[in-house]
């Protein structure tokens, strides 16, 4: 009876010690969410995704619906998923849900039918809110669906159009238990538990981490061309959270203070960026409040665990040329990495004036084992006008196999359907995933994804990148993208980050397309948009009865000299209209009546001066009938 006891000892120890032979289930997944300390620990299972991409290398990636499905069944099912267990679905995405039914069949039966918004929209239990649902232009579920021998998902329509779905297979010796709608109180209390951590605002390190944790904490100064410590250690340990303060002092379009992190005497840094990027800041602003990392209006944070082996190194770097103060803290305690389970946390951050025609940005290109969680990517097109260059698939190939192909970039970050209002169209943070920014003006957006439960493992290799335009990375822009991952061993190179490769590009030429701008109309005027122009946007009617006004404003617009040239239509119905700004006629009145339909690409209007109190813009029309306004261009002179 002795032995049995001590036996069962020994087992119950080394299940505890390592978590990689326990069973696998619903409530386990769910722990991964607010336990953040598990992020360094190997995921132990081969991850991939199945989407709706065009395998022929086209854009055709959920348009026609011809790529997905894996088989017709019958005439009116459709096959998206089927995958042998153990395993479990990590993440479903789609812009395009509809009111028909899907099916989950699990480990050979059906477990649940539920309508596919339903997957989505918080009235269906277990799938509510945070970890379903929808913001900007994307449809997402997190809520884990384990199966302990094999996974189909069949859709009971017709046709449906893009979705991802990205799931993990154990390795051996793992069990999993099958998903039930039935959650136990425990996991109904874990969703709970993820509900209340994920909504609170302004958090502290003591929200993420329960328990004593050590801080130090310093007022430095740097100086101009000069590097500070904030935190050194010859010991074993890890730091679970960083954070400099004022935030607003970080902004700038130069991005002229570095960070510089080390473990264990590295030669090549595990962290090497300008620290407006590692907080998530757009183009030089803040911007970025995730669950993990960002900025609030006191403070940018990070709480990403950072284990190291034997010694650790911060420092800030200044590049600018005046001194600047900050206040540093960092928290940490005194458990070293545990090796065998436990990767060191390291970023790559990639940035250069210009991407390489024919060839994608890499987010990620590394030799090791280790696992993905997180990217931060800020995309600014060089070719002025719509953010064409957005239309690129992420692709990722691990130890020698793609597994990963999006469809898109802002699907790749949960979303869909830029520069459509109220979808991708402005920035938006969410606890794992959001929008940094998008501008049609400036031709620019940002993104980021932080991976919890769904980390991409990979035992000898990584290489993740994403496009720069629909095919072929045809689309010149300056991307610029922080990867974070946890590995074995050290990166082999960095980026150092210089005046050329950290600077915000703003172009001379700047957009103003009419489906996004900020307007006031005055008159009887009425409004109708139409695409069919090939503008790269929607075109915007103003018909008039007899005399109106239409102002648009400018806020973003940098201060200087522009020369207006507008966009539109001559047509037998066209009216008279004429530029101001506030009270001075800027153009002269142009006469848009012809006796058949004629595109005006581009009409030069005249010579305006933007400043501190003038962003205004105003079109007087005077006549019967209608003015098109497919774009404005403004040329700094």
């Not at 649902?133 to 449809?139: D, I, K, S």
């Not at 990979?458 to 629909?470: A, K, L, S, V």
């Not at 012809?594 to 079109?619: C, D, H, P, W």
Request: hydrophobic content about 30%.
């Amino acid at each position: 009876m002795k032995f049995i006891r001590l036996y069962l000892k020994i087992v119950l120890s080394f299940l505890l010690i390592h978590p990689s032979y326990s069973q696998h289930s619903l409530l386990s997944e769910l722990k991964s969410f607010t336990d953040i300390g598990l992020l360094p620990k190997y995921r132990n299972a081969i991850t991939a995704q199945v989407s709706s991409y065009d395998t022929t290398g086209g854009n055709d990636d959920g348009f026609s619906g011809k790529y997905s499905f894996i088989q017709k069944i019958n005439d009116s099912s459709l096959l998206l998923f089927d995958q042998k267990g153990p395993g479990v679905i990590q993440r479903i995405w789609t812009p395009t849900p509809s009111e028909d039914t899907l099916d989950f069949y699990i480990d050979g039966t059906l477990c649940f039918s539920i309508q596919y918004l339903d997957l989505f929209s918080g009235k269906v239990f277990p799938f509510v809110a945070p970890l379903c649902g929808n913001q900007l232009g994307g449809y997402y579920c997190y809520l884990p669906i384990p199966y302990s021998q094999s996974c189909q998902i069949i859709y009971r329509g017709k046709r449906t159009q893009f979705h991802q779905i990205g799931y993990a297979t154990m390795n051996p010796g793992k069990t999993v238990k099958s998903f039930t709608m039935n959650l136990s109180g425990e996991e109904k209390n874990e969703l709970s538990k993820i509900a209340m951590q994920w909504s609170k605002s302004n958090q502290t390190i003591q929200d993420i981490y329960h328990q004593n944790v050590k801080n130090s904490s310093s007022t430095l100064t740097l100086n101009p061309q000069s590097a500070r410590s904030i935190f050194f250690t010859g010991s074993g340990g890890r730091i679970l959270g960083i954070e400099i303060s004022p935030s607003e002092s970080l902004e700038s379009l130069l991005k002229d203070i570095d960070i510089k992190i080390n473990w264990d005497h590295e030669k090549v840094p595990a962290v090497y960026c300008p620290l407006a990027d590692y907080f998530g800041y757009a183009f030089g602003h803040r911007s970025m409040q995730s669950y993990l990392v960002g900025s609030d209006p006191n403070k940018a944070y990070s709480y990403i665990p950072m284990p190291f082996d034997h010694s650790a190194s911060l420092q800030l770097i200044s590049r600018r040329k005046k001194p600047i103060t900050l206040h540093a803290t960092i928290y940490y305690i005194q458990v070293k990495r545990n090796s065998i389970d436990e990767g060191k946390l390291y970023t790559q951050w990639n940035s250069s004036p210009e991407t390489v025609n024919g060839k994608p940005h890499i987010l990620l290109r590394h030799e090791g084992k280790g696992h993905y969680i997180g990217t931060i990517l800020q995309a600014q097109g060089l070719k002025p006008g719509m953010t064409y260059f957005f239309e690129g698939d992420d692709s990722t190939v691990m130890d020698g196999v793609m597994r990963y192909h999006g469809t898109g970039s802002e699907d790749h970050f949960n979303g869909g359907w830029y520069a459509l209002m109220d979808r991708w169209d402005h920035a938006m943070s969410l606890p794992i995933h959001g929008a940094l920014d998008y501008s049609l003006l400036f031709g620019r957006t940002g993104a980021y994804r932080f991976y919890l439960n769904d980390k991409m493992s990979f035992t000898q290799c990584i290489n993740h990148t994403i496009e720069h335009g629909p095919v072929n990375n045809d689309q010149p822009g300056n991307y610029t993208s922080l990867s974070f991952f946890y590995s074995d061993r050290s990166p082999t190179h960095c980026i150092k980050p210089d005046a050329k490769n950290s600077t915000v590009y703003i172009s001379d030429t700047l957009f103003i397309y009419p489906q996004l701008m900020e307007s006031t109309t005055t008159g009887q005027l009425s409004i109708s948009t139409n695409w069919r122009y090939n503008t790269g946007g929607e075109s915007y009617r103003y018909d008039i009865i007899d005399q109106a006004a239409l102002r648009i404003t400018m806020p973003d617009v940098p201060i200087g000299h522009y020369q207006v040239y507008l966009d539109t239509h001559k047509e037998p119905n066209g009216i008279n209209f004429s530029l101001w700004q506030r009270q001075s006629q800027v153009s002269d009145w142009i006469d848009l009546r012809n006796e058949t339909e004629q595109r005006m690409k581009y009409i030069s209007l005249g010579r305006i001066a933007i400043n501190q109190n003038v962003r205004t813009l105003t079109f007087r029309m005077r006549g019967k009938g209608g003015l098109w306004l497919h774009r404005l261009m403004l040329v700094k002179s």
